[in-house]
């Protein structure tokens, strides 16, 4: 199931074992390179620290918040070897330009839709400029059509003026 990116955030971490609160997830941790949300920056509810929830580590993703096991499956982020590169990128999805490949503007990135299962982005929202948002409003670009992700922009393939999107017939 696809989930918007705001729809992950400012939720409660919720502890199986105590059945309370126990940290708030404010902010994801996205990987770059393949384009997964490897975790997410939570606020502890005991020490106001910032703690990272790995995303192996939820059990389960409610409407209401996320549910953990307990306390311990939040962790500093200096204690995550693994993530230590993509946590020191600092990458933000939100905001950056979006380029073709022949390097035509195409607007910038608005927000996201994440497969809660896999975790993976599979959809990037592109705000137009106002005179393309008259003419084509807003673009969605699967995660296929990603060709180059850097510190600034998001390149995509060319996108195919003229060429009419139609739906596959139906059998019945």
């Known amino acids: 199931m696809l989930q918007l990116s705001a729809t992950l955030l400012n939720k409660p971490?919720?502890?199986l074992r105590t059945g309370a609160q126990i940290a708030t997830v404010y902010a994801p941790i996205i990987n770059p390179d393949n384009l997964k949300v490897e975790g997410f920056y939570c606020r502890d509810r005991f020490s106001t620290k910032t703690l990272v929830l790995v995303y192996q580590d939820i059990r389960e993703l409610l409407n209401k918040g996320y549910v953990v096991n307990d306390h311990?499956?939040?962790s500093e982020p200096d204690d995550l070897i693994r993530l230590k590169d993509v946590i020191s990128l600092n990458f933000n999805l939100i905001g950056k330009q979006v380029v073709t490949i022949n390097k035509s503007k195409?607007?910038?990135v608005n927000d996201y839709a994440v497969e809660v299962e896999t975790m993976f982005i599979q959809?990037?929202?592109v705000t137009q400029?106002?005179?393309k948002s008259f003419s084509g409003g807003n673009l969605s670009v699967d995660r296929n059509q990603v060709r180059e992700i850097t510190d600034t922009k998001v390149v995509i393939n060319d996108l195919?003026?003229?060429n009419p999107v139609t739906a596959p017939a139906t059998i019945i």
Do not use: E, F, N
């Open 106 to 108: 195409v607007g910038k």
């Open 129 to 131: 400029s106002i005179l």
């Open 123 to 125: 959809k990037l929202y």
């Open 72 to 74: 311990d499956s939040l």
């Open 160 to 162: 195919a003026a003229g």
């Open 13 to 15: 971490v919720m502890s």
